[in-house]
């Protein structure tokens, strides 16, 4: 492992807001260009790429993602950002468009290289006071814990708060959030994720080409994808079909490779549409090590997991429960490749 490099492992942030129906409407998804670019330079990073539908609008960041429904904001940012930072001024903007905040939840997973991260990154402690400190009052059910696994390298970070009404009434939409964090890529695999020099081509043009040579494109043909490729290496895309997401981020260099891969689905999907996805994210990679986050979802899911993996070589190491206000319940497991 390097002593310093690029870090991957991402903080993901997620923030639901309720209003009047008739102020909803378009709700956050107003929020203007201008207004989102200083919000993202607090944070310390910008938009590279984007993509909108009828139901939300996918940004490509320079350091991951960002998805604004009119009453829910997703945000992941890898490297050194400051993800946290962004609460206050998302709250503010919320609150001129009549919105208030209902709920919240904050997950990372175990940076490769801690002590460069900068306030209120540098520990989990830090990141609970500043949650507690940003938050406003009527999210009082609140719990923060992290979920062991057998591997050191992969532990699960959670915070989530919820009002009266979220806290009575969770996940009234039957969704749930798959979230699979994977290191030591396959080296070949992972060159696939480098530009060759002196191509000339644009970071949309590169990353389009990466879509299709890696296979990624096959992952949801029916999604429609919005991707960009930087310069010497790296890769993030974002995929939309209907009201759903998709996202993966690369970090190929060898010492530190990581990719993420982060999906939705409802508990009335078909199970083994999830095992496919699964299936057709890992071969792309090949990681030595991946964990899997499932939030929201039922028994009948997350065991799919496991049955999966198994048939592709991977060993299930570890596998925790626990729940969360608004969040329903949070399976963490981990796997390792067999050994050849």
């Known amino acids: ?37 200083q919000i993202l330079r607090t944070v310390h990073c910008s938009i590279v790429s984007s993509v909108g539908n009828h139901f939300f609008d996918a940004y ?33 903007q919320a609150r001129n468009l009549g919105l208030k905040l209902c709920s919240c939840r904050y997950t990372r997973g175990n940076f490769i290289f801690p002590k460069s991260q900068p306030f ?8 609970l006071r500043y949650l507690e400190e940003s938050l406003p009052k009527n999210l009082r059910y609140r719990k923060a814990s992290v979920i062991p696994s057998n591997l050191p390298s992969h532990s699960w970070h959670v915070f989530s708060a919820a009002d009266d009404a979220v806290f009575l009434h969770p996940n ?22 480098y530009c060759r020099p002196g191509e000339g081509k644009t970071g949309n043009s590169a990353g389009k080409e990466m879509t299709h040579l890696t ?4 992952i949801n043909p029916s999604g429609l994808i919005c991707e960009f490729s930087f310069f010497p290496c790296g890769y993030s895309m974002n995929g939309i079909d209907g009201d759903r997401y998709s996202t993966i981020h690369v970090t190929p260099e060898d010492g530190f490779s990581y990719a993420s891969f982060e999906c ?4 009335y999907d078909d199970p083994d549409d999830l095992v496919r996805t699964l299936k057709k994210v890992v071969q792309i990679f090949r990681p030595a090590s991946m964990s899997v986050a499932t939030t929201g979802a039922g028994h009948e899911i997350w ?3 496991a049955g999966a993996l198994d048939p592709l070589g991977f060993k299930c190491r570890s596998c925790a429960v626990d729940d969360f206000p608004a969040a329903g319940s949070v399976v963490f497991q981990t796997f390792t490749a067999r050994r050849k």
């Open 303 to 305: 065991t799919r997991v």
């Open 215 to 218: 296979g990624i494109g096959d």
């Open 60 to 92: 490509v960041l320079s350091e991951s993602s960002l998805f604004i429904y009119p009453t829910k904001i997703i945000i992941k940012t890898c490297g050194t950002t400051q993800l946290l930072k962004s609460i206050f001024p998302f709250l503010n």
């Open 264 to 267: 939705v689905g409802s508990v």
């Open 120 to 127: 209120p990154h540098s520990s989990f402690k830090e990141e």
């Open 172 to 193: 009234l939409e039957f969704l749930y959030t798959v979230e699979i964090c994977m290191t030591e890529l396959d080296r070949i695999l992972a060159r696939k994720f």
């Open 1 to 37: 492992m390097a002593d310093s490099g690029f870090e991957g492992f991402e903080k993901r942030l997620e923030l639901h807001f309720t209003g009047d129906e008739p102020i909803i409407h378009m709700g956050l998804r107003q929020i203007d260009s201008n207004s989102l670019e």
